[in-house]
């Protein structure tokens, strides 16, 4: 059976674009977790650390390597303020 050659120029457009759109998803979310992969599978603890960081730094994916919580964070707190009456 002869091979349609007219058939691999779409095809070749094709694969180029789904390369093109899975690559530049991949950019897209490693741009946006500072160049880390993306998370998968994130539990409670995950997310207490990503709160965590996120006031330490200013991002979910930041980290610290300094032992002592700069000045701001004694005021950054997840905890609304309420009036004791």
Request: no cysteine.
């Amino acid at each position: 059976m002869p091979v349609p050659w007219e058939a691999l120029i779409p095809f070749g457009l094709l694969t180029a674009m789904f390369g093109a759109a899975g690559t530049l998803f991949a950019a897209s979310s490693r741009a946006q977790n500072l160049g880390k992969p993306p998370r998968y599978g994130i539990d409670n603890w995950d997310t207490m650390m990503m709160k965590r960081d996120k006031q330490l730094t200013g991002h979910e994916r930041g980290q610290s390597a300094s032992s002592v919580a700069p000045p701001e964070f004694a005021n950054n707190s997840v905890w609304s303020v309420e009036r004791i009456k």
